[in-house]
């Protein structure tokens, strides 16, 4: 299904019926509407960021749903496509918190290749209609990603930005992971502790403390 190790990993959401009827459900979707993003991307996050390769969760919700943006991590969008909101206040906290220049390009697959997790709690999404597929069935699957991460001996920073994300902080119960939790990037919320809560810093911090690489956030 991905390709790498997150088979073995989510074995048994594969082989379960339910999910095998909740992916055949979403796929016919995509011949009768307009949904993003493409079917080679839904499982873009997993394919980019193996389980073994983890160091950040950073979660979002569902999908951009405007024309073009979706690519399968969460809060990016393809090269050439106008930055999204949330994504424009991501890049200003960057500045503030370590001093990189706020990048012009929303892509942010070259995280995901330094292992950071850009999972979307939903998956895809049907055009220009958020939260559309909201109870079509793929939280069991993220949940189960974000629980088999919470079950790694490894040390992981999970970012939750704003009250969706932070729901899903019940699963990551082991006391040597570092979770981080602020308002969401949004303009409706970023001043409301988004801003200055210098994720990106603290991240790296945590990561260098327990011996591990951190994250070249630059662009």
Known sequence: MIGNDWDKELEVIWNSPNF????NHVLSLYD?????PSKEDIFRALKLTPYNKVKVVIMGQDPYHGEGEAMGLSFSVHKGIKLPPSLKNIYKEIYDDIGIIEPVCGDLTKWANEGVLLLNSVLTVKKDTPASHKNIGWEPLTDYI???LNARKEPV??????NFAKSKAVYITNPHHLVLTSAHPSPF???YGFFGSKPF???NDFLKKNGIEPVDWQL
């Open 157 to 162: 920073v999970f970012i939750l930005w704003g």
């Open 189 to 191: 919320s970023c001043r």
């Open 146 to 148: 974000i629980k088999k």
């Open 201 to 203: 810093s603290k991240t």
């Open 32 to 36: 009768k509407e307009t949904i993003y």
């Open 20 to 23: 095998q009827k909740i992916y």
